[in-house]
């Protein structure tokens, strides 16, 4: 099998083909290498890389060429960016889908979409959502993933695509660019920085080594039946406990700690039932608490050279946009 790895220049996507090349898989990669794309992430590794849109049938045909399997990661992820700007969330996580879709359908390809559990929406305490639960996106990120997702269920119905679904909880792990709360709060605690916690900190998310989340992906992508949808669960924790976890691992002070003003829509719990997928054979095999997070922790501090340079120019724009005003009040 040679497969096509879109986004494989991102976080979980570089997981994924490393997982696959040490396999000995065949692996294309193509990425755009927007901010969150680094080549550095798949150093080392063997693949063939291609720089490109996945909304471009052309970059598509170039690093598909000769792939049976098509497994998309690329997308823009992050739910406050997509609030600053939904456009590029639009462009790239429903019309990218459906222009890799059509190389699927004409190709004959297996597909499988990497998509998450926030397109299911905010969750009453004790409620898990199930694969067959309508879909309730809360932010511009979210509905545009729904909306990929439903592109995917359509080509299935109408033109017979081998494609199936996986909806991740919350990931985390190395190479995580430092947007999202564990690496945000790490390098920031390691640096002596303000952790701005979103309102309260008594939202609750399920946390997915990126270890586990691409086991459970590749699961998919050789057992999972096509039109399925497979939910892949984490550890449920409040991100108040994440944070004041994340200080334990850092040795840096609880006054670190400011509660700013929650961002716009923001969902208190997302769960999912993972029984589906368990019922494959896959099972997560990093606790959050004891295991993947202390080890994450000390990536970030082992790994400076990796992120420092990252926290600056375009990066240092951004965080102030978004949490400058936040932190002074």
């Known amino acids: 099998m040679r497969v096509l ?11 994924f083909v490393r997982r696959l090349a040490e396999q000995g ?7 755009k290498l927007t901010y969150a794309g680094n080549p ?16 471009d049938p052309e970059a598509v045909a170039r690093a598909a060429s000769g792939c049976s399997a098509i497994v998309n990661f690329a997308a823009e992820t992050h739910v406050d960016r997509s609030i600053l700007g939904p456009r590029d969330f639009v462009h790239t996580d429903v019309l990218g889908t459906m222009c890799l879709l059509e190389w699927a359908r004409e190709h004959d390809a297996r597909y499988v979409q990497v998509s998450t559990d926030e397109v299911y929406g905010d969750l009453e305490a004790g409620g898990r959502a199930v694969e067959t639960d309508p879909l309730r996106p809360s932010s511009p990120y979210s509905a545009a993933k729904a909306g990929g997702d ?3 269920l359509a080509y299935v119905r109408t033109y017979g695509v081998r494609a199936s679904i996986t ?23 390691l640096d002596g920085e303000a952790l701005p916690v979103y309102g309260d900190g008594k939202q609750v998310r399920e946390w997915l080594h990126a270890d586990d989340h691409c086991a459970g992906i590749e699961l ?9 949808v497979y939910n892949v669960g984490g550890e449920d924790h409040e991100n108040i406990e994440v ?7 850092t040795g840096a002070d609880a006054s670190l700690i400011r509660h700013v003003e929650d961002r716009a829509g923001h969902d208190r719990r997302y769960a999912v039932d993972d029984t589906k997928l368990r019922a494959l054979g896959w099972a997560p095999e990093q606790s959050f608490g004891e295991g993947g997070l202390p080890a994450t922790v000390s990536w970030y501090r082992d790994n400076r050279s990796w992120w420092e340079p990252i926290k600056s120019g375009s990066y240092r724009a951004y965080y102030d946009e978004q949490y400058a005003n936040r932190l002074k009040a």
């Open 167 to 189: 909806r991740g909880a919350n990931t985390y792990g190395p190479n995580q660019y430092p947007e999202k709360l564990v690496p945000l709060f790490a390098t920031n605690a």
């Open 40 to 55: 550095a992430n798949l150093e080392g590794v063997e693949h063939e890389f291609h720089q490109g849109d996945i909304a």
């Open 150 to 152: 439903l592109q995917v």
């Open 25 to 31: 898989t065949e692996v294309s990669v193509l990425d």
């Open 243 to 249: 944070t004041h976890r994340i200080l334990e691992l």
């Open 220 to 228: 998919v992508l050789h057992e999972g039946a096509p039109g399925e």
């Open 5 to 15: 790895v879109t986004g494989g220049a991102g976080f979980i996507g570089s997981h």
